[in-house]
């Protein structure tokens, strides 16, 4: 075996920019044919226009979704809710997951019943809250409050439990209090966890208030997107599919920068 | 050094090296020279040794010789040089055995499973009995059916000594296999490793930066600067084996090579720490 | 007093149900809530037992059940040939990685409408449902778990012969096991909720039809008896996957 004076890829190293620029243009190559694609289908008669709409509508009726003030006051209404139902069931699952991590009897004791509520998809419950809670608002944010309760429960719980208890110690023989030791080992190691869990709430939670509101409401994107399927008009249903979609991106978007933000001490994980 | 050669380096190299360089992309783009003009050659049944400051590239010209080191158009690396392997078969995993230091046992496989992946792969008949004798070989004997995670780190770096034996290459690499043990169980595992060595004397390119392994182990010492790594010294161990431990720490001629290999080490650290990194 | 706590901690959980049923039960015969509101944990169990020899309720649990069986196996399917495919063949890796992600963020759910526009009220519109919530994630997931593995082991084994083939067999795809493990329990749970939601949104049958009728008349034992059974299939299924992950993944 030898291995003579070999150069092994020592040039072509691609230039970042040009890449980028590149494949780009590839990625808008594939969604112009894809698009193309679905219209010319529709056009030769292939498919029912009835059924699957064609992507010139859909994006007339966005634009029109867009530009129509209700359609904002209807964005409010589910971005109300979840913000609301969040911020409760936030509150609580934070405080219920520290206690669980905290009081190992309190763990034992309920923690099959947390379990419970974890396993079954929630907005199974939806119905129950329909009767508790009418068809208003306050059925949506129960929703998001039980996806709150149950997810930032378990991010407190694994935030809490993974604290390095050395940590703990190192600060109390500094002589620090408990409600010193709250401000400087609890909530700062606990940042991270919390802020992946908002991420994760806000996704999950923003499809079950719209699902919720297809159940039955009387304002919301779900409710639109109820009334447009009662019409059977598909092009209305997919111009407010990609409008909440873009609405789960955006927010996802947010949170994703918030937590970056918030934790640039964190060894850097990577992305995806 | 005029120390009298001892009579197995004589014989013809199965493995040598001439003028390798190896350059790397580094991360800020720029090519970093990692290796520099090294040449050395492993004869038939030695130990060859090689000690050097951390990132003198002594474990890249190891990579290099096992294939490992491959160019991406994302991290281009260029290699030059010359290296021949003096054996019957083609087969490069057949012709050399790499011990690394990480664990690089399967966790989900037995101690027993995995003694017999080299021979299954290669498809020799009798996998199961072979693996086992080399179990015993290696003092594993009864352990055969625990997995990686139940065994303790001397155990695990017996494992994969059996392991190596049953792949049964020409030349063996090994890049600081004991690095990562404590002081106790890691010159257990050199004796270990010296008296397995003793029955079938295959050649082997050891890498390490402990000194005492190095002199204990090898027949002879190649000492590298740091980056980029050049061969700043070879040297013949000239002790006569079997040797130990106790015995050879009293000796003067161990205390003569670790003496001048310190110095070399040291003046490295101090040209590195001098702001010469390139 | 010590050993008390003892005993709390090992037996806890059954002491959580019993204060649980407790407390539930106190509540409804202290008069606090109307029947309509809170059931009383009696009637919630004897609703459930009517509930479990009943032939109607059996029905609808045998059409849940098709519709998660279906998606789970087909989603997981796709999702980890995609997988395969982002791991094994770098262009399509730089084609369709940044569509997946964009669609693990997006709130598939609301996907539920088209589908049942698309493909009608049938089983078809919530298997599809199903599918497309597990996809993204478990496809996501498994790349993860196939790029996460050590390239020590991988060049480990190389240097015993072991060729692409032999590295899948003997080196990813294990050392992918935990990852393959956790995404199909991901995918059982997704796929439930896929066929809950269609149910629940606007099918003439299932379980979460049943909730929806049930909840219609007030009858809220009902509900609590049907989200029992939800409960029970959800826990077999996740017991289930335990008990063969526990035996897959003993090296762990």
């Not at chain 1, 040039?11 to 243009?25: E, I, Q, W």
């Not at chain 1, 859909?58 to 904002?72: D, G, H, I, L, Y």
């Not at chain 3, 790349?143 to 996460?148: A, I, M, P, S």
């Not at chain 3, 809220?220 to 989200?227: A, N």
């Amino acid at each position: 075996m030898s291995l003579a004076a070999t150069q092994v890829g020592g040039a072509a190293k691609p230039v970042a920019g040009r890449s980028l620029a590149r494949t780009m243009m590839l990625h808008a190559v594939a969604i112009a044919l894809t698009l193309g694609l679905w219209q010319f289908v529709v056009a030769i008669g292939l498919a029912r226009e009835l059924v699957v709409s064609t992507p010139l509508r859909v994006a007339a009726e966005f634009f029109a979704v867009v530009v129509s003030p209700r359609t904002w006051s209807a964005v409010l209404v589910t971005i109300g809710e979840l913000v609301a139902g969040l911020l409760i069931g936030g509150a609580v699952g934070v405080v219920l997951g520290a206690a669980f991590a905290r009081v190992p009897l309190l763990d034992r004791m309920f923690k099959p019943l947390v379990l419970a509520l974890y396993t079954l998809p929630r907005l199974a419950l939806l119905p129950l809250f329909v009767v508790w809670l009418g068809l208003g608002v306050e059925s949506k944010i129960a929703v998001a409050v039980i996806h709150g309760v149950v997810l930032f429960m378990l991010g407190a719980y694994a935030a809490v439990s993974s604290i390095d208890t050395k940590l703990i110690e190192a600060c109390r023989l500094f002589g620090a209090s408990r409600l010193r030791l709250l401000a400087l080992v609890y909530v700062p190691s606990s940042v991270p966890y919390l802020l992946t869990t908002v991420r994760q709430a806000i996704g999950l939670a923003l499809g079950s208030v719209i699902v919720a509101e297809m159940t039955g409401a009387f304002a919301g994107m779900g409710f639109e997107l109820s009334r447009r399927l009662a019409q059977f008009d598909m092009t209305g249903v997919l111009a407010w599919v990609v409008l909440a979609s873009m609405l789960g991106l955006a927010l996802e978007r947010v949170a994703l920068t918030f937590e970056r933000r918030l934790t640039r001490w964190t060894p850097r994980q990577q992305d995806d | 050094m005029n120390i009298a050669i001892s009579k197995e380096v004589r014989l013809k190299p199965v493995l040598s090296i001439s003028h390798l360089s190896v350059k790397f992309t580094g991360g800020d783009g720029s090519p970093v020279l990692a290796v520099d003009d090294v040449s050395l050659s492993l004869a038939t049944g030695e130990i060859l040794c090689i000690v050097g400051p951390s990132g003198c590239g002594k474990s890249t010209v190891l990579n290099v010789v096992a294939g490992m080191v491959r160019s991406t158009p994302s991290a281009p690396v260029e290699i030059s040089g010359d290296f021949h392997i003096a054996t019957q078969a083609t087969l490069r995993s057949r012709q050399i055995g790499y011990m690394f230091q990480q664990d690089t046992l399967l966790p989900w496989k037995t101690a027993l499973q995995n003694v017999m992946l080299p021979l299954t792969l290669q498809g020799r008949p009798g996998a199961r009995e072979r693996a086992e004798e080399l179990l015993a070989l290696t003092g594993l004997e009864g352990f055969g059916g625990r997995f990686p995670k139940e065994l303790s780190g001397g155990m695990r770096k017996r494992v994969q000594m059996a392991q190596l034996l049953a792949q049964d290459p020409e030349i063996l690499l090994m890049d600081e296999p004991f690095g990562a043990l404590d002081a106790q169980t890691r010159a257990l595992m050199q004796q270990e490793f010296l008296r397995v060595w003793e029955r079938d004397r295959k050649s082997i390119v050891f890498v390490t930066h402990d000194l005492t392994e190095a002199i204990l182990l090898g027949d002879r010492i190649l000492s590298m600067s740091a980056r980029p790594g050049r061969i700043k010294r070879e040297v013949s161990v000239g002790i006569a084996r079997p040797r130990t431990v106790e015995s050879l720490v009293g000796s003067d001629r161990y205390a003569e090579l670790h003496h001048m290999l310190w110095a070399d080490l040291q003046a490295e650290a101090v040209r590195t720490l001098g702001g010469g990194v390139r | 007093m010590k050993r008390l706590y003892n005993l709390m901690l090992r037996a806890g959980w059954l002491v959580g149900l019993i204060l649980f049923a407790l407390a539930w039960y106190a509540v409804s015969a202290a008069g606090l809530v109307t029947e309509k509101v809170l059931p009383s944990p009696q009637s919630v169990l004897t609703k459930f037992v009517e509930d479990v020899v009943s032939a109607q309720v059996w029905q609808n649990i045998g059409i849940t059940l098709q519709a998660w069986f279906l998606a789970v196996p087909i989603g997981y399917a796709c999702g980890v040939s995609i997988a395969f495919a982002l791991i094994a063949v770098p262009q399509v890796q730089r084609a369709i990685h940044p569509y997946l992600v964009l669609g693990n963020s997006i709130p598939r759910v609301v996907l539920a409408p088209v589908f049942i526009l698309a493909l009608g009220l049938g089983l078809s519109s919530r298997v599809a449902l199903g599918v497309s919530l597990i996809v993204f994630p478990v496809a996501l997931g498994v790349y993860g778990g196939f790029k996460l593995c050590e390239p020590a082991l991988l060049n480990s084994v190389a240097m015993f012969g072991a060729d692409r083939r032999a590295q899948w067999l003997h080196v990813r795809l294990p050392a992918a096991l935990p990852y393959l493990v956790s995404n199909w329990r991901l995918a059982a749970s997704l796929g439930l909720l896929g066929a809950i939601v269609g149910e629940i949104l606007i099918a003439p049958n299932g379980l979460g039809w049943l909730i929806r009728i049930r909840s219609g008349v007030f009858d809220v034992s009902g509900v609590f008896s049907v989200l029992i059974i939800i409960l029970a299939l959800a826990m077999i299924v996740n017991l289930t996957t335990d008990a063969i992950a526990a035996r897959l993944l003993r090296w762990q």
